[in-house]
């Protein structure tokens, strides 16, 4: 599949459609990060600690939310599941624009994070309808280009925002995208799972994909390679803004930092589309994660027993942290659905679900260190790295006995 692809759209606009279907995550998220005090004030809580919940509640959401709907569009087809999801996530949104205590904020958030997994997990099923191999990392790679986009603008609008109105008018915002983009998605994208692909609803269907899923070793294993990642990129969302506005006392340039690291995210990430297909996305991702441990490393040496470095410092190792997770996500993601393609809604939702879950208390126990100092974001860095190369030297020690039977 070259300029066309098999839906007659074309490939530039498909790439665009699932990355705006996938950032309105991204969103959700980054968006009100400039808000936080705001919402902390007007719900009556102002610990830092208790504010990273708006953050990590969303992530948890989105855990549990996908593995209902990826397994619903194996079987309903996927964009019925996607209408469904965004439906969730308006009605969830109301609940958190009204809140006027942090519990009901953060049920509003939950239920948020259950309604955007759809399009999120789906997205994922519909680009393993299409491609496969390190072509399909290729199209993960672009669309997690214009995905980066997001979180570099998402700060910046909400800190626009809260200039001329309140921290509701910023979810206000995020149900409009939201809205436009389904719209768009039900107008141009064709429905990719043929009735004759569709697997029978049934109370065993997840119990039976759950089962084909897991016997898939290098799924599995790549699965938790994301998990321990997505942990890492989710502590930092829920702790930059104790570094940079509470430790560094950045307040007002906090949104063009994210921006600006954000940058190298997005960077790496089209390199990574421009590279994979010579160098392989296994060969890649490996690199990424070995210069991404021996950087953490680096820097937890040089800082274990001192204050927060001079602010270029630190933005010169998280900046080498973000060009090492563009080479990571999206082929790891890939290298987990690759065998996985007769149970792609199920394999995307497993993949999904179990990666944030994992990601919730790695972010929620390495978060609760982040007061005096940015070490203990850099600690989990290093925690994570070294525990993923752990798991793919074991990847390898499980295939190696494989290849020797098949060879004798």
Same mark, same amino acid.
């Given at each position: 599949? @070259?300029?066309?692809?098999? !839906? ?15 950032? $309105? *995550? ?14 902390? #004030?007007?719900?009556? !809580? ?39 999801? *965004? ?6 949104? /109301?609940?958190?624009?009204?809140? $006027? ?20 997990? /789906? ?10 191999? @390190? ?8 669309? +997690? *280009? ?6 570099? %603008? ?11 109105? @309140?921290? #509701? ?8 995208? +939201? ?62 803004? #104790? ?49 991404? +441990? ?16 001079? %602010?270029? /410092? ?16 999206? $082929? ?9 393609? !007769? ?27 982040? @007061? #005096? ?8 860095? %290093? ?26």
């Amino acid at each position: 599949m @070259n300029k066309k692809t098999t !839906h007659n759209i074309s490939e530039l606009e498909f790439i665009a459609l699932m990355a705006f279907l996938m950032s $309105n *995550v991204a969103l959700s998220i980054d968006g009100i990060l400039p808000a936080l005090t705001n919402i902390g #004030q007007s719900l009556n !809580h102002t610990n830092s600690t208790d504010l990273q919940s708006i953050i990590t509640m969303i992530f948890l959401g989105l855990g549990i939310g996908q593995l209902f709907f990826g397994t619903l569009s194996d079987s309903l087809g996927r964009k019925p599941v996607v209408y469904l999801g *965004v439906a969730t996530f308006m009605v969830a949104s /109301v609940i958190a624009v009204t809140a $006027n205590s942090l519990e009901v904020m953060l049920v509003g958030r939950f239920f948020q994070g259950i309604g955007l997994s759809a399009p999120r997990s /789906v997205s994922i099923s519909i680009i393993r309808d299409l491609y496969s191999g @390190n072509y399909m990392a290729r199209i993960m790679s672009f669309i +997690t *280009v214009i995905f980066i986009l997001v979180p570099m %603008l998402a700060p910046i609008s909400g800190q626009l925002i809260l200039e001329v109105s @309140n921290w #509701q008018t910023i979810f206000y915002f995020q149900m409009g995208f +939201t809205l436009l983009t389904v719209i768009w998605f039900g107008i141009r994208q064709k429905e990719t799972l043929k009735e004759i692909n569709r697997i029978k609803l049934t109370k065993y269907l997840f119990v039976d994909g759950a089962k084909a899923f897991f016997r898939y070793k290098e799924t599995v294993i790549y699965t938790l390679i994301s998990g321990l990642m997505t942990g890492n990129f989710m502590v930092y969302l829920s702790s930059s803004k #104790q570094i940079f506005q509470d430790q560094y006392g950045l307040i007002n340039e906090f949104v063009y930092i994210f921006a600006g690291l954000s940058f190298f995210l997005g960077l790496s990430t089209f390199f990574n589309g421009s590279l994979v297909l010579r160098f392989g996305m296994k060969k890649l991702a490996t690199i990424a994660l070995y210069v991404f +441990t021996l950087s953490a490393l680096v820097y937890t040496i040089l800082f274990i027993y001192s204050e927060n470095p001079n %602010l270029y /410092v630190l933005l010169l190792f998280i900046s080498t942290q973000f060009g090492c997770i563009g080479f990571i996500f999206g $082929n790891i993601r890939a290298l987990a659905m690759q065998p996985i393609g !007769h149970i792609a809604g199920i394999g995307a939702s497993l993949n999904g679900a179990i990666s944030t879950i994992m990601a919730v208390p790695i972010a929620m126990l390495i978060g609760h260190f982040i @007061n #005096q100092t940015a070490l203990p974001l850099f600690i989990g860095f %290093l925690a994570c790295g070294g525990s993923s190369i752990l798991l793919l030297l074991l990847l390898e020690k499980i295939k190696k006995p494989i290849s020797d039977m098949e060879l004798g």
